[in-house]
C-alpha cells in the first residue's frame, strides 16, 4: 500500500535535486516524503504557515522569475479559498503546479469543511487549466516526474488513503491523459481517483464483466486527449463515476465531448447529490448513503449491458 | 540617493505637465480611476523622475513595480512612455484607436510587472519575486504600492508576516492612505489605525510622510532605499482626487463615471495651475 503523496514528492525530490528551480511551497500540510525533502533539499522548501492565499501568490511572484513551483495542501483550502488567487495565476499563464491533497471524501472522518466533493468544478473552471486526478502512487509518480520537466499551469488531486498500485509494472504514458484496464467491448466505464479504483476492482472480480468491459482511468480530465475521444467513440454504452457532487463531476464535463452522436440513454453518469454529508459513517460508508456504493453501481453496470 | 532641493522643485515641476497630459489623455479614454491616480500621482512622480526605480524590459537588471492598486495602474503609463518601455503610438492611440493600455495594468502592457485588478495580491507576488531572487543572487528592488484598502484584504497580512519573517528588504512597500473607500471613510466604518503601529508589530520598519510634499516624499523614498536586513515600508497620507477642486478628498472622484465635458474642463484648469 501506497501513499500517493509521497510517491509523488519523492519523485520530485529526485528531480529538484538535479533541478535548483524546482521549489516546494507547503501551508503547513506535511508528508514523510516531505521530511526528506526538507531534509535533502532545505533551500529549495518553503513554509508558508496555513495561508494558502499568500501561498499561491508567493507562488504567482516565484513562478514569474523561472521557478518551478509546486505548492501543497488540503484540496478545500488550497483550492476554494484560493481560486482568486489561482484565476490570477491562470491569467499570467505561470507554469504552477498546485497539488490538491485528499479528494473527494479522503478525509471522511473529519466532516465536510474537510470534503473536497466540489473541488474539481473550480480546477476545471480556471481558464487555461490542466487538471490530474491519481488513482494510484505509481501514477503520482509519474506525473511528478512528467511535471517537474513540462511545467504546466495545473491542479493535481490527491487522494488521501494509500493503496495498492492498478498497473505499476507498467511504463505510464502521462501526455495521453488516460489509461485503460481490461479489454472489454461492450461497455466503458470511465473514472478517476477513488471510484476509478472501485470500478477496477468491481470488474476484476468478475470474469465476465471482464470480457465486457474496459475501465478508463481518465486522470487528465483537462485537456482530454482526442485519443481518448476516439477510443471512447468506439463504445455505445458509457458509465461515468466520480466522487464529486453533479454539478463538479466528470460527467458534466464529458457529456458534451462524448454525447455526439451517440444514444443519451446508453450514457449514464454517477455522483454525488447536491448536499452535504454529516454522517460519521466511513468513506465507504458515505458513498454507500449517497448511491455510490459498489452495488449500485454493478447495479447500473447489468443496466448499461443488458440495454 | 542624495537630490538637491533645487532638483526635487524640477521634479515637482515636471510632475506637473506629466500629470496635466496624462488628463489629457484620460479626458480622451474616459475611463478609469482618477481620485486613486491623483493620490498617489506625487510619489510615482519622485519614484521615476527621481530616479529610485530602474526601468527597462530585462527583469534581471530593472526593478520590478508591482502596482497592486492595479486601479491606478495608468498612473505609470507616462513614464513608460519616455523610457521607451511602452511604445509612442500605443499611448497616441489609446482612447482613439487600437492601443494594448488599458485602465487596470496586465502582463501584456510592455514594463507592467504584474497583472493587477483584483486586491491584496502584490504584496504575495512581491515576496514570491524577492524569495526567488535571493535564491538567484539577482539584487534588484521590488517596489509594491499597496492601497489602505487592501489592509482589509487578508492575503495582505498573510504577506506581511511572510516577507518579514523572511526579511525580504528588497521589497520597497508604499501605502497610499487616502482615507476614502466608495462607500465612506475607514474609521467610520471599519477602522485601520493606527496603521504605523500595526506595520511595526509585523516586524516592519515604518515612516509616515506627507504624499503630496515632495521634501517628505523624497525623504520617505530614501527611507525605503537603505532598509538593510528588514523590509521597510513608506506610509504616505494622500488626498483623493489632489490637485481637482472637485474631487478632492470625494469618495465619489474614485471612478471617471459621470465626468461631462464641464467637469472635465475644470480638471484641465485645475491641473494646469
Known amino acids: ?307 | 540617493m542624495s537630490i538637491s532641493s533645487k532638483r526635487i522643485s524640477e521634479i515637482e515641476q515636471e510632475g506637473r505637465k506629466i500629470k496635466l497630459d496624462m488628463f489629457r489623455k484620460f479626458c480622451q479614454v474616459r475611463e478609469g480611476h482618477p481620485g486613486s491616480i491623483l493620490s498617489i500621482f506625487d510619489i510615482v512622480n519622485a519614484l521615476y523622475l527621481g530616479g529610485f526605480i530602474q526601468v527597462g524590459r530585462d527583469s534581471n537588471i530593472n526593478d520590478v513595480f508591482i502596482m497592486s492598486k492595479g486601479h491606478a495602474a495608468a498612473v505609470q503609463y507616462p513614464y513608460l512612455v519616455r523610457e521607451g518601455v511602452i511604445d509612442q503610438r500605443d499611448w497616441d492611440k489609446w482612447g482613439s484607436g487600437i492601443s494594448v493600455l488599458r485602465v487596470f495594468g496586465n502582463k501584456d502592457i510592455p514594463g507592467i510587472d504584474v497583472t493587477s485588478g483584483s486586491l491584496g495580491h502584490g504584496l504575495g507576488i512581491a515576496a514570491g519575486i524577492a524569495l526567488a531572487n535571493r535564491m538567484d543572487d539577482i539584487d534588484v528592488n521590488v517596489f509594491v504600492v499597496i492601497s489602505e484598502g487592501e489592509l482589509y484584504e487578508g492575503s495582505t497580512w498573510e504577506a506581511l508576516l511572510f516577507l518579514s519573517h523572511h526579511n525580504l528588504d528588497n521589497i520597497k512597500i508604499i501605502l497610499d492612505v487616502n482615507r476614502n473607500m466608495i462607500l465612506g471613510r475607514p474609521e467610520d466604518h471599519v477602522g485601520l489605525e493606527s496603521i504605523d503601529e500595526k506595520m511595526m508589530a509585523f516586524n516592519l520598519e515604518a515612516t509616515r510622510i506627507n504624499g503630496h510634499n515632495y521634501e517628505e516624499i523624497f525623504a520617505g523614498l530614501n527611507f525605503l532605499m537603505t532598509a538593510q536586513g528588514r523590509p521597510r515600508i513608506m506610509i504616505a497620507d494622500t488626498i483623493k482626487g489632489k490637485g481637482v477642486s472637485f474631487m478632492e478628498d470625494k469618495p465619489e472622484s474614485h471612478y471617471w463615471a459621470g465626468l461631462d465635458q464641464e467637469k472635465m474642463d475644470i480638471i484641465l484648469r485645475d491641473l494646469a495651475l
Request: hydrophobic share 45%.
Open chain 1, 1 to 307: 500500500m501506497n501513499y500517493q503523496r509521497d510517491s509523488f514528492i519523492s519523485e520530485l525530490r529526485v528531480q529538484a535535486a538535479n533541478n535548483q528551480d524546482i521549489v516546494f511551497l507547503s501551508a503547513d500540510f506535511g508528508a514523510p516524503a516531505l521530511d526528506q525533502f526538507i531534509s535533502d533539499l532545505p533551500d529549495q522548501f518553503f513554509h508558508l504557515g496555513i495561508s494558502e492565499q499568500n501561498m499561491v501568490d508567493v507562488a504567482i511572484g516565484m513562478a514569474m522569475r523561472g521557478k518551478r513551483v509546486f505548492s501543497y495542501a488540503m484540496a478545500p483550502f488550497v483550492l476554494m479559498r484560493c481560486a482568486e488567487q489561482h484565476k490570477l495565476a491562470a491569467m499570467m499563464n505561470l507554469p504552477i503546479t498546485t497539488i490538491v491533497a485528499g479528494v473527494g471524501f479522503s478525509y471522511a472522518n473529519a466532516g465536510p469543511t474537510h470534503y473536497a466533493t466540489e473541488d474539481l468544478s473550480i480546477a476545471m473552471n480556471l481558464i487555461g487549466s490542466t487538471v490530474y486526478t491519481m488513482s494510484d502512487a505509481s501514477l503520482a509518480g509519474a506525473c511528478a516526474s512528467y511535471l517537474s520537466v513540462s511545467p504546466e499551469f495545473c491542479f493535481v488531486r490527491l487522494d488521501r488513503m494509500p493503496g495498492d498500485d492498478l498497473f505499476s509494472e507498467n511504463v505510464i504514458d502521462i501526455t495521453s491523459g488516460y489509461r485503460s484496464f481490461f479489454s472489454g467491448k461492450t461497455l466503458a466505464i470511465i473514472s478517476h481517483g477513488y471510484l476509478l479504483k472501485k470500478a477496477h476492482s468491481i470488474v476484476m472480480n468478475n470474469s465476465q464483466y471482464q470480457s465486457q468491459i474496459k475501465v478508463f482511468d481518465l486522470f487528465r480530465c483537462k485537456p482530454v486527449s482526442e485519443e481518448f475521444l476516439r477510443e471512447i467513440a468506439e463504445f455505445e454504452r458509457v458509465l461515468i463515476l466520480d466522487e464529486q457532487i453533479t454539478y463538479s463531476s466528470l460527467g458534466i464535463y464529458l457529456y458534451p465531448q462524448i454525447l455526439r452522436g451517440r444514444d443519451s440513454s446508453k450514457v449514464k453518469s454517477l455522483s454525488l447529490a447536491d448536499n452535504y454529508m454529516f454522517q460519521n459513517v466511513g468513506r465507504d460508508g458515505l458513498l454507500s448513503e449517497a448511491g455510490l456504493c459498489d452495488e449500485v453501481i454493478e447495479k447500473e453496470i447489468e443496466s448499461l449491458i443488458s440495454l
